[in-house]
């Protein structure tokens, strides 16, 4: 079992990059009423047929054929993990059109495991690999929040206003100077 959630869901979406997905979506559902925690990660990869998915979920089951050892553990612990929190864990596949993995758990549970660093692991999911879209979808009984790293990527390049340098600005640019400045007067600030 990882220490953390977000470890479980790194290593899931990982292999759907690696299963050749274009969009990655992640969906945590966090509900304080019904006491409940849901974890869902959906591609659109190349998915699983019933002999292969059943291999994948068997303790040490790896799709991976590069490996000398049959090393995949990543479902079965998962499974593990909301099994021993009272969930439940389920995962549907289609060949051509992608995977969904679904585990839920006790919210309260004394042996769930913390949500941990999400914002770390989306943005090592989004470094993976570019071209993916990686999404998020947090809700909570109070809010929402959701993210696309495709949208944020347009939106970036969207608002970059285009910065035009007069000739004085020109000739006097010097790139390190302001970040000098910036620390001696810090530091300046933390020795007086």
């Known amino acids: 079992m990882f220490e953390e959630l977000s470890l479980h869901i790194l290593d899931i979406a990982m292999n759907s990059i690696t299963a050749q997905a274009r969009v990655v979506q992640i969906m945590i559902g966090e509900y304080t009423r019904r006491d409940r925690l849901t974890v869902r990660i959906?591609?659109?990869?190349?998915?699983?047929?019933?002999?292969?998915l059943k291999r994948v979920l068997a303790e040490h089951g790896t799709t991976k054929r590069d490996r000398k050892k049959d090393i995949g553990l990543g479902l079965a612990l998962l499974r593990q993990t909301a099994e021993m929190c009272d969930g439940k864990f389920e995962v549907r596949s289609t060949p051509g059109l992608g995977t969904t993995v679904t585990a839920s758990m006790r919210l309260s549970h004394v042996d769930r495991p913390p949500l941990g660093d999400l914002n770390a692991t989306i943005l090592a999911l989004c470094a993976a690999n570019p071209a993916v879209d990686v999404q998020l979808h947090y809700l909570s009984d109070t809010e929402h929040f959701h993210f696309s790293s495709?949208?944020?990527?347009?939106?970036?390049?969207?608002?970059?206003?285009?910065?035009?340098?007069?000739?004085?600005?020109?000739?006097?640019?010097?790139?390190?100077?302001?970040?000098?400045?910036?620390?001696?007067?810090?530091?300046a600030g933390c020795l007086a």
């Open 42 to 52: 959906q591609d659109n990869g190349r998915g699983m047929d019933a002999a292969t």
């Open 150 to 187: 495709k949208e944020a990527a347009k939106k970036k390049v969207a608002s970059r206003p285009e910065r035009t340098w007069s000739s004085e600005e020109k000739t006097n640019y010097e790139p390190g100077r302001t970040q000098k400045v910036k620390r001696e007067s810090a530091a």
